[in-house]
């Protein structure tokens, strides 16, 4: 496979994941009846609407991919199915995975592993973007290793 994919449709993926954790965390902070828990979840939808204001400087500065010779809502429906192990790559995904969520412990692992996950999606289609966009992908791990090293500390405290 050559490389079809652009960094610019990658950080518009990511924008999307951002959006979809930070619907999570303000989900979790309506249903915990923990006080510090709430406190913590509040503070990780700030940090996600963060991310979403960084990916899309990220996204302002990168030329914008347009598809050729293929059927552009086609392309995106496979841009879209290639990410779709992805949970968070979804519209309004989060809430709905907030509601399943038992304890604010299973939260904070629940949100590990999806940092984790986006960082393995990234490292991924690092691999398959263009040469001068590995850059773009580069930032966006490195926006979500600072992000898990963030929950791993606040796990401690709830």
Known sequence: MGNIFSGSEIVAIGIQIEK????????????????????????????????IKVFQGILDKTEKFEPQGLDADDYFAYMSALAGEHVFTQKEKGEK????????????????????????????????????????????????????????????LI
């Open 20 to 51: 979809n954790g930070r619907d999570f965390y303000n989900a979790l902070v309506r249903q915990s009846n923990n006080q510090k828990a709430r406190e913590v979840f509040k503070f990780l939808a700030g940090e996600e609407e963060k991310h």
């Open 97 to 156: 995975i907030a509601k399943d969520i038992k304890s604010d412990k299973e939260a904070i692992d629940k949100a590990i592993r999806f940092e984790e996950d986006s960082i393995v999606f990234y490292a991924g289609m690092k691999k398959i973007v263009p040469a001068y966009d590995v850059k773009i992908i580069e930032a966006l791990i490195i926006q979500e290793e600072g992000h898990l090293k963030q929950l791993i500390e606040m796990k401690k």
